[in-house]
């Protein structure tokens, strides 16, 4: 049994069948890559694991409990966290205003805007926020205006922000989307450390095959919101039905 357990799931946009009897199991402290061509419903997918969509078949059980039918805040409660494909920080306030957002909000359970400078005099909030700013290589762009950063350190912000929450399962929606490659490789590094140190389990969908085989212990292939294959890395590169989904090819 894995920690998030996903049994025939399908889900219907009108005359769209976006996803198909879909089933995977995302092993405890692995990484598990969703792959698949354009349109292949990874996502739709995703959006059901975080309370976005509910399905209208199957079920999504994290770490024995059914994620179906509740809020993302319910669902971020359980220990899921998500990052987008664009980054979702505050571009008009500092790198540690942001850091601090998420720390505030996993102790007091809400959060209010107007309260942002208020953090500034707490000191167990400016603590942690600091903490995870060093961690994650950002401690000297604290004061930094967040929508200045490159992409990558957006992207590097995001994620701290979710580590502060004290996730067991973080979601990566194309983490690497629109990064340079020097960033891009900043990123994996930076998701291996992650992955290496903290007690945590990763889920991501990406496009850059580069970024997928240097992170997944395991591999789903979607097409047309259907399951191919699931495997380890090192059988899917030339699994004839990933190739056929992929690049046309007809199995022999």
Known sequence: ???????????????LQALNNVEL??????????IGPNGAGKSTLLNVFVGKLIPDTGSVMFDGQSVLGRTPYEINQMGISRVFQTPEIFGDLSVME?????VFA??????????VQGMMGDKDIVEKAETMLEEMGLAEKRGMQASSMSRGDKRRLEIAMCLSQDPRLLLLDEPTAGMARADTNNTIDLLKQIKEE?????AIIEHDMHVV???ADRITVLAQG????????????????????????TAD
């Open 1 to 15: 049994m894995g920690i998030l357990e996903v049994k025939n799931v399908g889900k219907r946009f009108g005359g």
């Open 25 to 34: 199991s995302v092993k405890e402290n692995s990484c598990h890559a969703i």
């Open 98 to 102: 942001n850091m601090m957002i998420p």
């Open 106 to 115: 996993k102790r007091d359970g809400s959060f209010r805007m107007h309260a």
């Open 198 to 202: 903290r007690d945590i389990t990763i």
């Open 213 to 215: 085989f240097s992170l």
């Open 226 to 249: 259907t399951p191919l294959v699931e495997d380890h890395p090192e059988n899917i590169k030339g699994h004839p039905k990933v190739r056929e989904a992929y690049l046309g090819e």
